[in-house]
């Protein structure tokens, strides 16, 4: 018999990371709205930090797509708060914009994933999981005008580019700006390996860690990361506004 316990692990781990970006985004209006710096969060190096607890978060909210019902009613739900992130911030903090963030890409790959489930998984597991990440690190450059890898890296066309409509794919126009941006390409990739693992993390194939808590509280916010996400920026905003008076 199946084994499809919840692997609190892996809440563990989603709830660190997400308390990582609480961190990371209160440093961020403290560098750009209070003049206050902490260079460590925004020297060239950290990119890679925050790459791994972005991929980590990612990579797990595709293994947790295999334990919804209904990914694509979720996805939708998913992305209309992130939606309704775009418009709060546009009209809250006339300057700042978020056009397509974590919530708007986590929606979309949801959705995919529901439409496109029967056929992602005439792949056996293994062999998607393999496949899904060669192709997000052919595909990591894209933003930058190309895909490949090293010398085997080919540029792409500029009118994807200069279209401006398809920077959720990763193809930015010069001077396209936003304060929160997860594109599809490569990312989505990583969210579809994530599903693929999570064929052997919901059937209890992982050693038997994955399955116990161990730090409640980190399991606790890994169940609630949608709701720490939402609420984290506008208590944060909210506090320091009452620290800087401003």
Same mark, same amino acid.
């Given at each position: 018999m199946?084994?499809?316990?919840?692997?609190?692990?892996?809440d563990?781990?989603?709830?660190?990371?997400?308390?990582?970006?609480v961190?990371y #985004?209160?440093?961020?209006?403290?560098?750009?709205?209070?003049?206050?710096?902490? !260079?460590?969060?925004?020297?060239?190096?950290? +990119?890679?930090?925050w790459a791994? +607890?972005a991929?980590?978060f990612?990579?797990?909210?595709?293994?947790?797509?295999?334990?919804s019902r209904?990914?694509?009613?979720?996805?939708a739900?998913?992305?209309?708060?992130?939606?309704l992130i775009?418009?709060?911030?546009?009209?809250?903090?006339p300057?700042?914009?978020?056009?397509?963030?974590?919530? #708007?890409?986590?929606?979309?790959?949801?959705?995919?994933?529901?439409?496109?489930?029967?056929? +992602?998984?005439?792949?056996?597991?293994?062999?998607?999981?393999v496949?899904?990440?060669?192709?997000?690190a052919?595909?990591?450059s894209?933003?930058?005008?190309?895909?490949?890898?090293?010398?085997?890296?080919?540029?792409?066309?500029?009118?994807?580019?200069?279209?401006?409509?398809?920077?959720?794919l990763g193809?930015?126009?010069?001077?396209?700006a936003?304060?929160?941006?997860?594109?599809?390409? !490569?990312?989505?990739?990583? +969210?579809?390996?994530?599903t693929?693992?999570?064929?052997?993390?919901?059937?209890?194939?992982? !050693?038997?860690?994955?399955?116990?808590?161990?730090?409640?509280?980190?399991a606790a916010?890994?169940?609630?990361?949608?709701w720490?996400?939402?609420?984290?920026?506008?208590?944060?905003w909210?506090?320091?506004?009452l620290?800087?008076?401003?």
């Open positions: 199946k084994d499809k316990r919840r692997a609190a692990f892996l563990e781990v989603r709830g660190f990371a997400i308390l990582c970006m961190v #985004h209160v440093m961020y209006l403290l560098d750009n709205f209070y003049g206050v710096a902490v !260079p460590i969060f925004f020297d060239g190096w950290f +990119f890679y930090v791994v +607890f991929g980590s990612i990579f797990i909210s595709g293994i947790a797509s295999r334990y209904n990914n694509v009613k979720r996805g739900q998913c992305f209309l708060l992130g939606m775009t418009f709060v911030t546009a009209v809250a903090v300057g700042v914009s978020i056009l397509f963030g974590i919530l #708007h890409f986590l929606g979309i790959c949801m959705i995919l994933y529901g439409l496109g489930e029967r056929l +992602f998984d005439i792949l056996p597991p293994i062999i998607g999981m496949l899904c990440a060669l192709l997000f052919v595909t990591w894209v933003s930058d005008g190309s895909v490949g890898i090293g010398e085997l890296s080919l540029s792409l066309p500029k009118a994807l580019y200069d279209a401006g409509l398809l920077f959720p193809f930015i126009k010069a001077g396209f936003s304060d929160d941006f997860f594109p599809l390409l !490569p990312w989505f990739f990583l +969210f579809l390996c994530g693929y693992f999570g064929v052997y993390v919901k059937e209890g194939r992982c !050693p038997r860690f994955f399955y116990t808590t161990r730090v409640p509280f980190l916010a890994g169940r609630y990361t949608i720490i996400y939402l609420l984290h920026q506008p208590i944060a909210g506090i320091l506004r620290v800087f008076g401003q």
